[in-house]
């Protein structure tokens, strides 16, 4: 069965403290890995999709990586506005080519102060 | 990518009643899931709404307590039956368009209440 695992369940910065949250997957090959933030009300807001071990991608203070067998979120810098849980998920790779179901992880609670 | 509209927004209703959640959605999109977020927790998949069949649904959920129409592309309901206390969760639609790379979109989510 696909699991992820996300740490720290939370986390609380000093506004331009960098820090990196971890998702460790288990998937029986892996299509893609998601990282999504949510606000408090509202629902995950995309971020990023992650295909295969050595990619990266960045999104102004944020940038993704990944391994076969975990990804890492990377907030450089961040600011109080980067307060935010972040999900991560992960889809298997089907037979057909089409898109199934994300796994969710439990999500990091980020809380950045002035 | 697509916008989602997903209504009500939030509401309060009495056990035993049922709630329909309408996503409407401003595209004609491939696939649409329903989630589940329980208070605290993180999403859980209900079903993948499918067009003009029956929805999928995932290990405990059933058709007689989530009843879901697909009618077309853009458009589909998800209601809760029979609600108890423990149906109070955020609801949300997810969809994947046609053509889409890069993943999935969500709504805002439907907040319910069960007194």
């Known amino acids: 069965e696909d699991q992820v695992t996300q740490s720290p369940e939370a986390l609380r910065l000093q506004e331009g403290e960098s820090s990196s949250l971890n998702c460790s997957y288990t998937?029986?090959?892996?299509?893609?890995l998601f990282w999504y933030r949510q606000d408090p009300g509202k629902g995950p807001e995309f971020l990023f999709t992650?295909?295969?071990a050595g990619e990266e991608k960045e999104k102004e203070r944020l940038k993704a990586t990944l391994t076969k067998k975990e990804s890492f979120l990377h907030i450089t810098a961040p600011k109080p506005e980067d307060s935010a849980t972040y999900l991560c998920a992960v889809q298997a790779r089907m037979t057909t080519d089409s898109w199934g179901k994300l796994q969710f992880g439990a999500g990091t609670q980020v809380v950045v102060t002035p | 990518s697509a916008v989602i509209s997903q209504k009500p927004s939030r509401d309060i209703c009495q056990r035993g009643t049922s709630l329909t959640i309408q996503c409407q959605v401003d595209s004609q999109v491939t696939m649409m899931f329903w989630y589940r977020q329980q208070p605290g927790q993180s999403l859980t998949l209900i079903a993948t709404?499918?067009?003009?069949?029956?929805?999928?649904?995932e290990s405990g959920f059933v058709i007689d307590k989530f009843p879901i129409s697909r009618p077309n592309l853009t458009f589909s309901t998800l209601t809760v039956s029979n609600m108890s206390p423990e149906d109070s969760s955020i609801y949300l639609c997810s969809v994947v368009g046609q053509g889409d790379y890069y993943g999935y979109t969500f709504g805002s989510g439907t907040r319910l209440t069960v007194v």
């Open positions: 709404a499918n067009q003009g069949s029956e929805a999928t649904y």
């Open positions: 992650l295909y295969s």
């Open positions: 998937v029986s090959g892996l299509r893609g």
